[in-house]
């Protein structure tokens, strides 16, 4: 049987997530979520080049930036442009698209 009591104290995700970053549509906050987001996109494209077994080098090379600046953008050390991650999403066959609404 489950203990209702510690149950009803845990806190939620949201509510870790105010507490540490503030609320939601804090400047905090708002710059949080910005880099979670390119962290999660800056993982999709890792993943993406590690299974087609490309270095960061070699990706590095194709898209025309350093090795060491693939390797920031993987750790999530540095934010990406959006032409750099287009194109680092093409030179790894992937393709996105964009909905409105």
């Not at 194709?62 to 930036?65: A, E, F, N, S, T």
């Given at each position: 049987m489950?203990?209702t ?9 949201n509510?870790m ?38 270095s960061?080098s070699?990706l590095?090379q194709?898209?025309?930036?350093s090795?060491?600046?693939?390797t920031a ?10 032409s750099?991650?287009i ?5 790894l066959g992937l ?5 409105v609404?």
């Open positions: 489950l203990n009591d510690k149950l009803n104290k845990l806190q939620s995700v509510d997530l105010d507490e540490k970053y503030g609320e939601q549509g804090s400047a905090s906050r708002a710059e949080f979520d910005a880099k979670a987001q390119a962290w999660y996109y800056a993982e999709l494209l890792r993943e993406e080049r590690k299974k087609r077994h490309i960061q070699q590095a194709i898209v025309g930036k090795r060491t600046y693939i953008l993987e750790k999530g050390q540095t934010d990406m442009q959006l750099t991650f194109m680092m999403s093409r030179a393709n996105f698209s964009l909905v609404g």
